[in-house]
């Protein structure tokens, strides 16, 4: 699973609260890593890189609230927020779910991992909290989501699992209370022959493209932007119509996007909604506008897929991340102070940047963004004499495409066009992977070669 446990090696300058925060905010990411644990051996191993006694990131993050504070307890923000988010995933899978029984088997998994590794009074009452609390516990979450929501049919067999996991834990509660209560987890420990040779754990890395993804995410954060996430499968409305892009647009032909091939409509009369791969991040920067009134600062990364053939540039999936700012006040000048501020955050004070007028349906107007080659210095000139490989010799680079929001977008979201303003960008992650690692083929991405991939850790 790719939890960051380095996560825990950068919160030592961090006092209490912010602390807490911090904890919380990474509870986030771990809820959606449970989700991907989609089989028993999947969330055995996401279970323990969480609560192994020896090397669990929670155990970790829990010495530096202990030492931070003097005390760890059910009360800590970000602690109760780590602790419920595996499990608030697992409810809202069975919530979303007809019968709700096969999700009993990971949360008493998840609920045993965590009591077996609770050596110590202090652990064990976060572990009994989790589980009994009424007002954000699991027993009475399990009541309130699956039991009472339950279909009738499913109610029998879903209150028989309830009880008898009930039942279970809480025996094994108090079978682990009396462990601690005699002294037997510290007699265990204390029989470990401390002079045999320590396990050697492989430990991964994780992909180049998630490690860009993150920075660049972190450099937005740091600025007031917010990260959403959506489908990958996409309707017309949202991936072209909603952002400009009309029926009779090139793009929109099967040359250019992939649309699913969908089974008839149950009455065989009516034509099924259509729906394609989305070919760009920005349909959920409409999803967002009609949720969300002005003002509106999200970042939209994800996986997005066009029908190019495979080259050394070009893949027909690939990832992005996708920017919006809307407002009352929000300038063309805001939006290139954005833009440079980020460029220099990720590639360095040093270099320049330039914006090219351009045409996007979305954005009017629109430029293209180039940046001054960080390879050669801008000069356009390699190190050891002749043109510079990357920019070809001419000092400059194209990144992405931006420009200030279109007002006809406005229309399909109820924003008052004459009140509010904003800037929309799209920044393709493999191509700046690429230009700031030196790499030459976007496929070898791709490609799952443990050689390449050592080389990031």
């Not at 010495?63 to 923000?77: E, F, M, N």
Request: charged fraction near 25%.
């Amino acid at each position: 699973m790719p939890i960051n446990a380095r996560f825990a090696e950068n919160l030592d300058e961090l006092d209490s609260p912010k602390l807490q925060k911090a904890i919380a905010l990474f509870a986030d990411r771990l809820e959606d890593e449970a989700g991907k644990a989609n089989t028993a051996e999947e969330q055995e191993k996401f279970f323990s890189e969480l609560f192994d006694t020896q090397e669990g990131i929670f155990w970790s993050l829990y010495s530096k609230v202990l030492a931070k504070a003097g005390r760890v307890t059910w009360a800590d923000y970000g602690i109760r927020q780590f602790l419920r988010a595996p499990a608030k995933r697992f409810l809202q899978l069975g919530s979303l779910s007809d019968n709700p029984s096969r999700y009993f088997h990971p949360i008493q998994r998840y609920m045993e991992t965590l009591i077996a590794n609770s050596t110590d009074v202090g652990k064990f009452t976060l572990a009994r909290a989790l589980w009994e609390s009424r007002a954000e516990g699991i027993k009475s979450a399990i009541g309130d989501y699956w039991l009472k929501n339950a279909k009738p049919e499913a109610k029998r067999e879903v209150g028989q699992l309830y009880n008898e996991l009930t039942k279970h834990l809480e025996d094994l509660l108090k079978q682990r209370f009396g462990v601690i209560e005699s002294g037997g987890e510290a007699l265990a420990r204390e029989s470990v022959d401390l002079s045999l040779p320590g396990l050697l754990r492989l430990v991964g890395s994780r992909h180049l493209i998630r490690q860009v993804f993150q920075e660049i995410e972190d450099i937005f954060f740091s600025i007031g932007f917010s990260v959403v996430e959506g489908p990958e499968i996409e309707t017309p409305y949202y991936n072209f119509e909603a952002l400009n892009i009309p029926e009779f647009h090139p793009v929109r032909e099967d040359m250019d996007t992939f649309y699913l091939e969908l089974p008839p409509s149950r009455d065989k009369k009516t034509a099924p909604t259509p729906l394609l791969l989305r070919t760009h991040t920005s349909p959920m920067q409409i999803r967002t506008m009609e949720k969300q009134k002005p003002p509106v600062r999200v970042i939209v990364p994800g996986k997005v897929y066009r029908r190019d053939n495979p080259d050394a540039t070009h893949s027909f999936a690939f990832h992005q991340i996708e920017g919006l700012a809307v407002d009352t006040d929000i300038t063309f000048c805001d939006f290139t102070g954005t833009i440079e501020y980020f460029v220099q955050q990720f590639f360095g004070p040093s270099v320049k940047t330039r914006f090219r007028p351009s045409y996007f349906p979305f954005t009017e107007p629109s430029v293209e963004f180039d940046v001054s080659c960080p390879f050669c210095g801008g000069t356009g000139t390699a190190a050891g004499g002749g043109a510079c490989s990357k920019c070809k010799g001419a000092a400059w680079i194209e990144l992405f495409g931006a420009g200030m929001v279109d007002p006809a977008v406005y229309g399909f979201v109820n924003y008052d066009a004459k009140k509010v303003s904003g800037f929309a960008f799209g920044i393709g992650i493999d191509r700046l992977a690429m230009l700031k690692y030196g790499i030459d083929d976007i496929q070898i991405f791709f490609q799952n070669d443990v050689r390449f991939l050592k080389q990031f850790p």
